[in-house]
C-alpha cells in the first residue's frame, strides 16, 4: 500500500462497534412505548416514571457514547468497553420486560392492597413500588438496582442521585394467584421500612456487616435473622393474626437445616408466639385468634435461635419508632367483627382492607359452608369463588378508600370557599 493512501478498512471496526451500540436505541423506544400504555394504580406509577426518565437519559448517552469508541486507540479495550455496554443494556431491557412490562399482567388488586397499606404510612414512609413474578418473596431496592446495572453510563447512573427511592416486591404465584396470601407481602413492607427509615436491627448491632464469601459467618447471620425477625413482627403488627395464619397454612415445613439468610419457620412462629406479641395491643385476643392455627406445631428450633438474636431489644426499638406513625392492627375493632359476619355469610365486605383480609383467613370455612349450604353457586367451585369474593372486595375497599379520600378534599374545598366569602361577624 503506498504511502499516503488510507486503509479502506480503518474506522470500519468503530463504525460497527457503534451500530450495534445504537440499535438498542430502538429497544429502548419501543420498550418507552410499552410504559406509557401501562395502567397501575398510583403508588405504582413513581417506579415507572423513574424507568422512562432512564431511558430517555440512556438514548442520549448512547450517542456520546458511541463516538467515544472512536477515541479509544487499543481495540482490545475498544471490544471491552463495548463488551461492558451492551451487557449493561441488556440486563436493564430485560429488567424493563421481565419485571417493570410484565406487570400489568398481574393481579390488580395486590397492587391496590400495597397501596392502601402504603397511604397508612406518614407521607415522608411512602415509596413507589413494583411487582414482580418472582421464585421467592423477597424485596429488591430499585434505585441501586438500576445503579449497578448502568455503572457503564455514567450520567445516566449520577442522575440517579436525586430521584425518589422506588422498591420492587418479587412475589411467587403461590402468592400472586391466592388473595388469602397477600398478607405474607407485608413481611417485605416490613423489610422496606426498616432499610429507609426505622434502621433499628443498626441500632443495636451497629452498622450492617459487610458481605463475606462465608453466607454462614456469624454477624452476618445473626444480622440477617434479627431483620426477619423484626419484618415478622411488623407485618404481624401492621396486618393483624391473619398473617401468622397465612405462614403455618403455606410456608410452614418441619425444616432441620436452615437457609444462610431466614430463620427456620418453628423459630419463626415461636418468637412471634413469645416475644412479638406481648408486645401489640390485644395481645391475649390475638393469641387465641392464632391458637388453633398453631396448636401442635414442634418447635424444635433452627440452627440460629431466636434467643441468640437480641430480638427484646430489637422490637423494643421497633416499636417504639412506628408507635403513633404505623397504625397497629386491632384485633377486637368492631369494623373486624362486622367483616366477619359478612365473610362467613359469603357476603361482600368493602370498608377496611386489613380487616376484610383477617375475616376472609379467619372465616374461609364458614364461608365456605355458607356457599354450600345456601346453594350460591354451582358444586364444587366454593374455594374459587371465595378467592374471587375476596379480590373483589379488595378492589371495593381501594374504591372506598379513595372515595373518602375525595370527599375529604371536597369537604376542605367547601368549607375554604365558604370562609372566603363569609362576611364575617358585625363589629
Not at 411512602?126 to 421464585?135: A, E, H, R, S
Not at 377486637?332 to 359478612?342: G, T, V
Request: aromatic share 10%.
Amino acid at each position: 500500500m503506498s504511502t499516503g493512501v488510507s486503509d479502506p478498512g480503518e474506522g470500519a471496526l468503530d463504525r460497527l462497534l457503534a451500530k450495534r451500540l445504537l440499535s438498542f436505541q430502538d429497544l429502548l423506544k419501543e420498550a418507552r412505548e410499552g410504559l406509557e400504555a401501562i395502567r397501575l394504580p398510583g403508588h405504582s406509577q413513581p417506579p415507572l416514571k423513574l424507568v422512562q426518565r432512564i431511558i430517555d437519559s440512556l438514548i442520549d448517552e448512547i450517542n456520546v457514547t458511541s463516538e467515544e469508541l472512536a477515541f479509544v486507540e487499543n481495540d482490545q479495550d475498544k471490544f471491552r468497553r463495548t463488551r461492558s455496554l451492551h451487557d449493561s443494556l441488556e440486563q436493564f431491557v430485560h429488567f424493563v420486560h421481565t419485571v417493570v412490562l410484565a406487570s400489568r399482567s398481574l393481579p390488580s388488586a395486590l397492587f391496590q392492597m400495597i397501596e392502601m397499606a402504603e397511604s397508612q404510612l406518614p407521607k415522608e414512609w411512602q415509596f413507589g413500588f413494583l411487582i414482580w413474578n418472582y421464585t421467592d418473596l423477597a424485596t429488591l431496592n430499585m434505585n441501586s438496582y438500576m445503579a449497578k446495572v448502568l455503572q457503564p453510563f455514567v450520567n445516566t447512573r449520577q442522575s440517579m442521585d436525586d430521584e425518589p427511592q422506588c422498591w420492587v416486591f418479587g412475589v411467587p404465584r403461590s402468592i400472586l394467584d391466592e388473595p388469602l396470601n397477600w398478607p405474607l407481602v407485608a413481611h417485605e413492607i416490613a423489610h422496606v421500612l426498616e432499610q429507609s427509615q426505622l434502621h433499628a436491627v443498626e441500632s443495636v448491632y451497629g452498622p450492617r456487616p459487610a458481605r463475606t464469601p462465608d453466607p454462614y459467618e456469624p454477624k452476618v447471620l445473626k444480622f440477617r435473622h434479627a431483620e426477619e425477625y423484626q419484618a415478622d413482627f411488623l407485618a404481624a403488627y401492621f396486618f393483624g393474626p391473619s398473617f401468622i395464619m397465612r405462614i403455618v397454612s403455606s410456608y410452614f415445613s418441619q425444616e432441620i437445616h436452615i437457609s444462610a439468610t431466614h430463620p427456620a419457620w418453628e423459630e419463626r412462629i415461636e418468637a412471634l408466639r413469645d416475644v412479638g406479641l406481648p408486645k401489640l395491643p390485644s395481645s391475649a385476643f390475638y393469641k387465641t385468634l392464632i391458637s388453633d392455627a398453631i396448636k401442635g406445631i414442634s418447635f424444635k428450633g433452627g440452627m440460629v435461635a431466636h434467643e441468640v438474636v437480641d430480638l427484646p431489644a430489637i422490637l423494643e426499638e421497633t416499636a417504639k419508632q412506628v408507635t403513633g406513625k404505623l397504625p397497629p392492627f386491632d384485633c377486637e375493632s368492631p369494623e373486624l367483627k362486622k367483616a366477619r359476619e359478612r365473610l362467613g355469610r359469603f357476603l361482600p365486605y368493602a370498608e377496611d382492607y386489613r380487616c376484610l383480609l383477617n375475616a376472609a383467613v379467619l372465616e374461609e370455612r364458614t364461608g365456605l359452608s355458607a356457599y354450600q349450604s345456601e346453594a350460591l353457586g354451582p358444586s364444587g367451585r366454593e374455594e374459587r369463588e371465595y378467592r374471587y369474593l375476596v379480590a373483589d372486595c379488595t378492589r371495593l375497599c381501594y374504591v372506598n378508600m379513595h372515595y373518602r379520600i375525595r370527599r375529604a378534599l371536597e369537604d376542605e374545598l367547601s368549607t375554604a370557599d365558604t370562609g372566603k366569602f363569609s362576611r364575617g361577624p358585625v363589629a
